[in-house]
Structure formats: structure tokens, C-alpha cells
């Protein structure tokens, strides 16, 4: 873990990631990663002066400017790079197919830490392709989902069952049915 940060707390590293690799369901040394023994390197430093200069505070903070409330104090904070765009597609403005794509991965790994389906590994991914006309959702073409799985699975059994268990996950439903 690596990055730069500001504050007065002390936080111990080495005991969140190993929560939080926990948590993820790499628990054992059988799925190719073992939170409990894992080793975490650290190199967290505090943040440059001259970007807590640039960040720190608002522009008209600092040339003292300000005319409105306390909050045009906050500058910048740390920066970030970010993609995309927000659409009405959805509830949460997404765009359809990462967002039926996103429930889907939460509905594997609910069903791995819930027992539905054991053989199942925390690595996983999904994809949706939704064909769109005149820049609406118009049909789901395409549903991938790719996961990391026991040895003990049996690839040419198991798809179908995996597959009716995914199938009846709302967000499948609903657009099944609105499209």
C-alpha cells in the first residue's frame, strides 16, 4: 500500500488491509491468497508542502477574496482522475450495462459469503452488452460472468445452475422486461 497522506491519527495499516483482504474473501492459502499470512508492505508519507499549499484552501481563501460561507474555505483537497459520465438509464445514473454489470458482481459475491454457491472464488468479473437504438436501451445482447472457482467445481455441470441462480437477480428481470 502506497500513498501520501494528512493527518494527526495513527492508523494501523497492516491490520486494515489484512481486514479488508478478509473481508474479500482471500482467507486461505487454497484460493491463492491468505489475508491472516500475507505479507503488507507500507509506504505511506505525508503529503508534499508544496501540493498542501496548492490543495489546502480556495483560491479566493487565499488571496482573500472569500464572500460567501465558511465551506469556500476547502480548496481542491487531493486530486484524483476520473472518467465517464452520468446518464438517466438507471437509479443511480449510470449507464445500463456497468450498472447491471456492478449488480451482478455484487450478486456473486453475496452468494459466495451467503453459501448459495461454496465453489465460487472472490475473483470474479461480469459484463452486460446492451444494445442501444436511437441512444436508448433497446435489448441486453451479451451477459458475461467470469469467476474464480474451487477445483472441485465441475465446469461442464454446474453452468446452468450457476446461470438460473444469476438469471432471476432483479436488475436481469427488470431490464428483461422493459427492453
Request: with cysteine.
Amino acid at each position: 500500500m502506497l500513498g501520501e497522506i494528512t493527518t494527526n491519527a495513527f492508523v494501523n495499516f497492516d491490520d486494515l488491509v489484512r481486514k479488508v483482504v478478509l473481508e474479500i474473501g482471500y482467507d486461505s492459502s487454497d484460493k491463492g491468497f491468505d489475508g491472516k499470512t500475507c505479507g503488507v508492505l507500507s509506504a505511506i508519507a505525508s503529503q508534499s508542502a508544496d501540493i498542501a499549499l496548492g490543495v489546502d484552501h480556495a483560491m479566493e481563501d487565499k488571496s482573500g477574496e472569500m464572500k460567501d460561507s465558511d465551506i469556500e474555505h476547502v480548496g481542491a483537497g487531493d486530486q484524483g482522475m476520473m472518467f465517464g459520465f452520468a446518464c438517466n438509464e438507471t437509479p443511480t445514473l449510470m449507464p445500463m450495462p456497468i450498472y447491471m454489470a456492478h449488480k451482478l458482481a455484487r450478486q456473486l459475491s453475496e452468494m459466495r459469503k451467503n453459501g448459495t454457491m461454496p465453489w465460487l472464488r472472490p475473483d470474479g468479473k461480469s459484463q452486460v452488452t446492451v444494445e442501444y437504438s436511437h441512444g436508448k436501451p433497446r435489448r441486453i445482447d451479451t451477459v458475461l460472468i467470469s469467476t474464480q472457482h474451487a477445483p472441485t467445481f465441475h465446469t461442464r455441470r454446474s453452468p446452468s445452475r450457476s446461470w438460473n441462480i444469476l438469471s432471476t437477480h432483479p436488475c436481469l428481470k427488470t431490464w428483461w422486461t422493459r427492453i
